[in-house]
């Protein structure tokens, strides 16, 4: 599984340009799928026959889609202007290394040199539209010989793996949860399930809202990663989800109120497994599973998540273990909610 998230990490596929991250999980499945098809938005819809048809109709749910950016201008010296897509704070991209278009043109994130900045410019983050883009161009004219507006733009986050069990990677949200639903394709399931692989996440949630459509699941889980503010200085709540602590089990985020019975049988299921979970300390975030859980008649949702240090960067960091008791959790949830 770690393989494979190190291989769909390192495709590039902002939001609303996943087609070469869909095309490898077709390619990975197709022998494992009972069936696939491709909706118009993008959606990688799997179904996977199980042992018995479930009372309950089952999705489970991760987005291909990462954060980046995309071209919006060329300044006259040749320089790249752009717009982030997804929630990309421009705190952590200055210097950047950065892949322009599909021809993974080298381009910097860079601005005004730090020599040169005025005190108060030195005490704030640079805004979006005072940074740019250097992929070495002489002026406007040689740069729009190798790049148009338009053209997305992706961090190099390359994977790799460090100190007690982390890896490193862009990307990790969602390409992990992916990969989970890979390996759970790979199993001898108890009930039939179908496997949204869905777009545009980042921007709005708008894949999985189709996805759901498609489905009409009864019950969803969401295989996500979430955030971790466990970090140097920082204790309590005000962590949020901790490393080295399992699977998140969300109750409640900025977009979801999640079914209590489905929160509950988590915990149980974990408890039963001997599978490390938590749950988030404070309200924060949000996922696909907002709106899924409004989809149509409604749909009984949980949300298993990663804890993810850096996430919305090009270095998320996540740890081994998290990922197996991620998997491990909602394979037990994929085996079980047929029949809640």
Do not use: W
């Not at 704070?89 to 892949?99: D, M």
């Not at 496997?195 to 498609?214: K, S």
């Not at 001997?274 to 409604?298: E, F, L, P, Y």
């Amino acid at each position: 599984m770690f393989n494979n998230i190190k291989k769909l990490c390192e495709l590039n596929g902002i939001s609303g340009r996943e087609t070469v991250v869909a095309n490898e999980i077709i390619n990975q499945i197709k022998g494992i799928a009972t069936e696939i098809q491709v909706d118009n938005l993008g959606n990688v819809i799997a179904f996977k026959k199980g042992k018995k048809t479930p009372k309950n109709k089952i999705m489970l749910n991760a987005h291909t889609d990462e954060v980046g950016m995309i071209v919006t201008g060329i300044t006259d010296d040749g320089m790249l202007r752009f717009a982030t897509v997804g929630g990309v704070n421009s705190k952590v991209i200055i210097g950047r290394s950065v892949r322009v278009s599909e021809k993974e043109i080298v381009g910097v994130i860079g601005t005004k040199a730090v020599h040169m900045q005025t005190a108060d410019e030195k005490k704030t983050a640079v805004p979006e539209d005072k940074l740019y883009i250097d992929i070495g161009a002489k002026d406007k004219e040689d740069a729009m010989q190798h790049v148009a507006l338009g053209d997305s733009v992706t961090f190099v986050g390359n994977y790799v793996e460090f100190g007690d069990g982390f890896i490193k990677a862009k990307a990790i949200d969602d390409r992990a949860g992916c990969a989970i639903l890979i390996e759970i394709m790979k199993q001898d399931l108890e009930y039939d399930a179908y496997f949204a692989f869905v777009v545009q996440e980042e921007v709005g949630l708008r894949g999985a809202r189709v996805a759901a459509h498609t489905i009409e699941p009864d019950v969803a889980i969401v295989v996500e990663s979430t955030a971790s503010g466990d970090v140097a200085d920082v204790s309590g709540a005000d962590r949020v989800t901790v490393m080295g602590e399992g699977a998140v089990v969300s109750y409640m985020d900025h977009s979801t109120i999640y079914d209590k019975g489905l929160y509950d049988l988590a915990f149980k299921l974990a408890k039963e497994q001997n599978i490390a979970c938590q749950t988030k300390t404070k309200i924060a975030g949000g996922n696909d599973a907002g709106a899924i859980h409004v989809s149509r008649k409604g749909v009984r949702t949980v949300a298993v998540s990663i804890p993810s240090r850096y996430i919305h960067s090009p270095s998320n960091v996540v740890k081994k273990e998290d990922v197996t008791a991620t998997y491990q959790l909602a394979l037990a949830l994929t085996n079980t909610v047929g029949e809640i």
